[in-house]
């Protein structure tokens, strides 16, 4: 069951899970350099993501997929820049323009209280008073705390991802309990 506690610093990965044992962690924007380097649009919080990874997968726009080693990942300007064993010339980095990073879900590993994006999308939200809200239908990374989309029906909730607001998260019983707190809900009438 995760909790509070450190909950809140786990690796953020994008809301579209692919299917199968693959998550999609990034995007290669275009080649850099005349080495085979890829600059990288990362939906992971830092490139430990896809160090500790240690193997990527990047599927090309046609939709083929290939496996690499990940020898290094640096931040450059708001993006990184990745290097993979056998890609070693731009020309051989260029057909994977576009392509989609994802990683093995296996390699991930989290803490005790922490969680991932995709282990949150379809869980069960209730007020800490036993009413239900709706189940996560997707989540918004807003800067310095995420946001829960709670959808029942055609009503969405937004609930912040805060140590005041979320109060428990079960994975093993697909259960968020969130606190009721004054006004929260009624931000989210229209």
């Given amino acids: 069951m995760a909790t509070r506690g450190e909950f809140f610093k786990r690796l953020s990965i994008l809301n579209q899970v692919p299917s199968g044992s693959l998550l999609l ?47 290094a990942v640096n931040a450059h300007k708001n993006t990184f820049l990745m290097r993979l064993k056998g890609l070693a010339s731009r020309s051989e980095a260029e057909g994977y323009k576009g392509a989609e990073i994802l990683i093995s879900k296996e390699t991930l590993v989290s803490e005790e209280d922490e969680c991932f994006w995709y282990e949150l999308l379809g869980i069960k939200v209730y007020l800490d008073t036993g009413d239900y809200l709706g189940s996560v ?24 991802a805060t140590h005041e607001v979320v109060k428990e998260i079960d994975l093993g019983n697909e259960k968020m309990i969130i606190s009721a707190m004054e006004g929260l809900l009624d931000l989210n009438e229209v």
């Fill in 25 to 71: 962690v990034g995007k290669v924007l275009r080649p850099h350099g005349k080495e085979g380097l890829l600059r990288i649009r990362s939906y992971a919080r830092s490139e430990a993501s896809f160090l500790d990874a240690g193997t990527v997968f990047l599927r090309s726009v046609s939709g083929k997929i290939r496996e690499f080693r990940v020898t």
């Fill in 137 to 160: 239908s997707h989540i918004i990374s807003a800067g310095s705390n995420d946001i829960y989309v709670v959808r029942e029906g055609d009503k969405e909730i937004f609930i912040p």
